[in-house]
C-alpha cells in the first residue's frame, strides 16, 4: 500500500497535521474496529475515518500501522477522544514517550512527498518531547 502524505497548517493547532491514507485498527468503547483509514495525523493526535459508537473522553488503543514498504511496523497507542463526527474521531495521543514520538516522525518522513520541510517540525518538537521526558 502506498501512502501518500501532505504538510497542511491550521495556526490554531500545535503540531502540523499531515493528510495520510494508512490504516490502523482501533479499539475502543468494548468495540474493535480493523483496518481503519486515516484522515490525518500530527505528532499529538490522530483523525481516523469511520463510524465509531464512542464518545468525547473515551479510551482505547489505536493499533497505528506503518506504510508503504514499512507496512510489517506497527505501534500500539494508548488514546482518548477528542471529537466525533459523522466522518470519524479525532483522537488525542496518550503516549508521550521517546518510542513513540520516533515512530511518528519515522511514519511522516517516510511518507511525506517533502521530507526535509516535515523534518523541520521536528526539530521544535523534539526539544518539547526531550524536555518532557526529563
Known amino acids: 500500500m502506498?501512502?501518500?502524505v501532505e504538510k497542511?497548517?491550521?495556526?490554531?493547532r500545535k503540531y502540523t497535521r499531515f493528510h495520510s491514507n494508512s490504516s490502523a485498527d482501533?479499539?475502543?468503547a468494548a468495540h474493535d474496529y480493523e483496518q481503519c483509514q486515516l484522515k490525518d495525523l500530527s505528532m499529538s493526535g490522530i483523525f481516523v475515518?469511520?463510524?465509531f459508537v464512542c464518545k468525547t473522553q473515551d479510551s482505547g488503543v489505536l493499533d497505528l500501522h506503518g506504510a508503504g514498504e514499512h507496512y510489517?511496523?506497527?505501534?500500539?497507542l494508548r488514546v482518548t477522544v477528542r471529537r466525533t463526527?459523522?466522518?470519524g474521531v479525532a483522537l488525542e495521543l496518550q503516549d508521550n514517550n521517546e518510542e513513540t514520538h520516533v515512530f511518528l516522525q519515522t511514519m511522516v518522513l517516510y511518507c511525506s512527498n517533502d521530507p526535509f520541510a516535515a523534518a523541520q517540525e521536528f526539530v521544535d518538537v523534539s526539544s518539547e518531547v526531550w524536555s518532557m521526558l526529563q
Open 2 to 4: 502506498v501512502t501518500y
Open 8 to 12: 497542511f497548517r491550521n495556526d490554531n
Open 26 to 28: 482501533l479499539y475502543i
Open 49 to 51: 475515518r469511520g463510524k
Open 72 to 76: 510489517g511496523l506497527s505501534m500500539k
Open 85 to 87: 463526527s459523522n466522518d
